[in-house]
């Protein structure tokens, strides 16, 4: 037995719950200090509802986008050679690595209307900066590498065998990446897809910026609750947090379930 | 099928037709030129765009510097703090078996989930002036809200899990049979941890260090809830962006801006030297004969 367990499993649980669970934990105690009638009050008013239509509409969209567009640029990483291909790898983790203000304000001045892109799109009628395109933008822009890095690996674990005995049977290459490829990297597909989800609903730096911020227009969940934090209204802010904890609570546990799926399907493939 | 025919397809029976691989290689790279490197340039470009010598002088302001400094103090407290804790977590959760160890891991990723926006109210929830230990700590003249220690403090929140996760996977795949020979051969704990265990997590351990670096530099919603946003007090680098934004300095905040993404591309630098690095040694152990005579 290698000594340190209790040491170490002590202070892990120590930091833990300094640092997250009490804190945490706050949260909660402070919403019981609401009313049920001042909750439902502060999370359904129309502002709050429309700010998470805007949330969830904005952060499905992208998140699909990143999937189709995820699963094509991993698939070419995976299985294409190109020239700078090792630059354009090293490149996907860029939205994880580039703080997201920085993000907001570069996005925000490459689509407004005298930004490299933002220019021609005017001419074309269709503005980017400043309403909820901007918003889904951002958020495609956060979460690209979720689905990229999600689905690689599974890719390149995976056993041509199967593809070259399917083109043996018969099968077209659309049919084998139909019905052989795609059915073995769904999970890890949807893991990608729930954590780029995941991550827009909760996203801020990056959206501020470029969103405009016109309440029932353009105004996303988290700014929300900054605003009645402004206020000086803890109760309603609270009340709006615990909503998009709850949210992240399941999305965490979809999340979890995703990856055991995919390790089975990985296991049983081996 | 005449067998000329034949011998086409069996080449090409696990790869498409070289137009369609085409096709895709171009779609992709014309979506990551518009979403990573067009916004990316467009950072650099905005911040040179009245000259060099602006460019320096917006860097040279007064409060740009404290937002530097702070940020600067604010990663050298939250990096080292949150190592400790990846160090301990991955040696007790990789090394042993015990009950609930499944949920541990899974609390430990927590901070990823939060959005950072709910990440700051919290702590605002405790040591706000109204908040749990708010008025105690108002009685004893400190300040945690709207001060540097509530930045650091929300900073470690959203950094907690970064070099954790990447330990945990890590000395789970090495195992503990180095170690356990080490401690019968008469090695104290710390004499195995420090010549048998780090040296084999050491690029695990940058790599994590790197990540949680980054973002403990960049990070901006937990931190914007907690700070106050006082010049040259309370304004981290992101912070001072999105000040100067707000205020129209474009080429300003792009110049503080450029820094962060500066430190952004020599992350991934460092990222991808770790991986090329790792990937080689992964191969030599593959290359080595299946018995190794020792």
């Given at each position: 037995m290698l000594p340190g367990f209790k040491l170490t499993l002590g202070f892990t649980l120590f930091y833990l719950s300094l640092i997250v669970l009490i804190p945490l934990s706050a949260l909660i105690f402070k919403t019981f200090s609401i009313s049920w009638d001042q909750f439902i009050t502060a999370v359904t008013s129309e502002r709050v509802v429309a700010s998470y239509k805007l949330t969830f509409g904005a952060s499905l969209i992208a998140a699909l986008v990143n999937a189709v567009f995820g699963l094509l640029i991993a698939w070419v990483l995976v299985r294409y050679d190109f020239f700078g291909k090792k630059i354009i790898d090293a490149l996907i983790d860029l939205p994880f690595a580039l703080p997201t203000a920085v993000a907001g304000i570069s996005l925000t001045a490459l689509l407004t209307s005298n930004g490299w892109v933002g220019q021609y799109t005017e001419k074309l009628g269709?503005?980017?900066?400043?309403?909820p395109n901007g918003i889904v933008i951002a958020l495609i822009f956060i979460g690209l590498p979720f689905v990229v890095r999600t689905v690689q690996p599974v890719l390149e674990d995976a056993e041509k065998e199967l593809e070259e005995a399917a083109t043996c049977l018969g099968a077209t290459r659309i049919q084998t990446f139909t019905r052989v490829i795609f059915p073995s990297i769904a999970p890890a597909l949807l893991t990608g897809f729930a954590m780029a989800f995941a991550r827009a609903i909760g996203e801020y730096g990056s959206v501020i910026f470029i969103?405009?911020?016109?309440?029932?227009?353009?105004?996303i969940t988290p700014l929300i609750i900054i605003g009645k934090l402004e206020q000086f209204d803890y109760a309603g802010a609270t009340s709006v947090a615990v909503v998009l904890l709850a949210f992240s609570f399941m999305m965490l546990l979809t999340i979890n379930a995703l990856q055991t799926w995919q390790r089975k399907l990985t296991g049983a493939a081996l | 099928m005449s067998s000329p025919n034949q011998n086409m397809r069996s080449k090409a029976e696990t790869t498409e037709s070289p137009i369609v691989r085409l096709l895709l290689i171009g779609v992709a790279l014309v979506f990551l030129f518009l979403f990573l490197v067009l916004p990316l340039a467009t950072v650099f470009s905005e911040a040179l765009s009245k000259g060099f010598t602006t460019y320096l002088n917006a860097l040279g302001e007064p409060d740009a510097l404290s937002a530097i400094k702070l940020t600067l103090v604010t990663a050298v407290i939250a990096v080292p703090l949150n190592l400790i804790f990846g160090v301990a977590a991955a040696w007790c959760i990789a090394k042993y078996e015990f009950r609930g160890k499944s949920l541990l891991t899974t609390l430990i990723d927590l901070p990823f989930s939060v959005s950072p926006v709910v990440a700051g109210l919290i702590y605002v929830l405790i040591?706000?002036?109204?908040?749990?230990?708010g008025s105690w700590f108002e009685e004893h003249g400190i300040k945690i809200i709207f001060a540097i220690p509530g930045i650091i403090l929300a900073t470690i929140f959203v950094t907690f899990p970064f070099i954790a996760r990447e330990l945990i996977p890590l000395m789970q795949a090495q195992g503990s049979e180095e170690e356990q020979a080490a401690i019968v051969l008469g090695a104290s704990g710390w004499q195995t941890f420090r010549y048998v265990t780090l040296p084999n997590i050491k690029w695990g351990l940058i790599y994590g260090v790197i990540l949680c670096n980054a973002r403990a530099m960049g990070e901006f919603g937990a931190v914007s809830v907690v700070?106050?946003?006082?010049?040259?007090?309370?304004?981290t680098m992101p912070l001072q962006v999105e000040i100067l934004y707000n205020e129209y300095q474009s080429v300003a905040a792009f110049a503080v801006a450029s820094l962060l993404a500066l430190l952004a591309l020599v992350t991934l630098a460092i990222k991808s030297a770790f991986e090329w690095k790792h990937s080689r040694e992964m191969k030599k152990l593959a290359d080595l004969p299946p018995e190794r005579p020792y």
């Amino acid at each position: 037995m290698l000594p340190g367990f209790k040491l170490t499993l002590g202070f892990t649980l120590f930091y833990l719950s300094l640092i997250v669970l009490i804190p945490l934990s706050a949260l909660i105690f402070k919403t019981f200090s609401i009313s049920w009638d001042q909750f439902i009050t502060a999370v359904t008013s129309e502002r709050v509802v429309a700010s998470y239509k805007l949330t969830f509409g904005a952060s499905l969209i992208a998140a699909l986008v990143n999937a189709v567009f995820g699963l094509l640029i991993a698939w070419v990483l995976v299985r294409y050679d190109f020239f700078g291909k090792k630059i354009i790898d090293a490149l996907i983790d860029l939205p994880f690595a580039l703080p997201t203000a920085v993000a907001g304000i570069s996005l925000t001045a490459l689509l407004t209307s005298n930004g490299w892109v933002g220019q021609y799109t005017e001419k074309l009628g269709v503005q980017l900066a400043f309403n909820p395109n901007g918003i889904v933008i951002a958020l495609i822009f956060i979460g690209l590498p979720f689905v990229v890095r999600t689905v690689q690996p599974v890719l390149e674990d995976a056993e041509k065998e199967l593809e070259e005995a399917a083109t043996c049977l018969g099968a077209t290459r659309i049919q084998t990446f139909t019905r052989v490829i795609f059915p073995s990297i769904a999970p890890a597909l949807l893991t990608g897809f729930a954590m780029a989800f995941a991550r827009a609903i909760g996203e801020y730096g990056s959206v501020i910026f470029i969103a405009g911020n016109m309440p029932l227009v353009s105004e996303i969940t988290p700014l929300i609750i900054i605003g009645k934090l402004e206020q000086f209204d803890y109760a309603g802010a609270t009340s709006v947090a615990v909503v998009l904890l709850a949210f992240s609570f399941m999305m965490l546990l979809t999340i979890n379930a995703l990856q055991t799926w995919q390790r089975k399907l990985t296991g049983a493939a081996l | 099928m005449s067998s000329p025919n034949q011998n086409m397809r069996s080449k090409a029976e696990t790869t498409e037709s070289p137009i369609v691989r085409l096709l895709l290689i171009g779609v992709a790279l014309v979506f990551l030129f518009l979403f990573l490197v067009l916004p990316l340039a467009t950072v650099f470009s905005e911040a040179l765009s009245k000259g060099f010598t602006t460019y320096l002088n917006a860097l040279g302001e007064p409060d740009a510097l404290s937002a530097i400094k702070l940020t600067l103090v604010t990663a050298v407290i939250a990096v080292p703090l949150n190592l400790i804790f990846g160090v301990a977590a991955a040696w007790c959760i990789a090394k042993y078996e015990f009950r609930g160890k499944s949920l541990l891991t899974t609390l430990i990723d927590l901070p990823f989930s939060v959005s950072p926006v709910v990440a700051g109210l919290i702590y605002v929830l405790i040591f706000g002036a109204q908040g749990w230990f708010g008025s105690w700590f108002e009685e004893h003249g400190i300040k945690i809200i709207f001060a540097i220690p509530g930045i650091i403090l929300a900073t470690i929140f959203v950094t907690f899990p970064f070099i954790a996760r990447e330990l945990i996977p890590l000395m789970q795949a090495q195992g503990s049979e180095e170690e356990q020979a080490a401690i019968v051969l008469g090695a104290s704990g710390w004499q195995t941890f420090r010549y048998v265990t780090l040296p084999n997590i050491k690029w695990g351990l940058i790599y994590g260090v790197i990540l949680c670096n980054a973002r403990a530099m960049g990070e901006f919603g937990a931190v914007s809830v907690v700070s106050g946003h006082i010049r040259g007090e309370t304004n981290t680098m992101p912070l001072q962006v999105e000040i100067l934004y707000n205020e129209y300095q474009s080429v300003a905040a792009f110049a503080v801006a450029s820094l962060l993404a500066l430190l952004a591309l020599v992350t991934l630098a460092i990222k991808s030297a770790f991986e090329w690095k790792h990937s080689r040694e992964m191969k030599k152990l593959a290359d080595l004969p299946p018995e190794r005579p020792y």
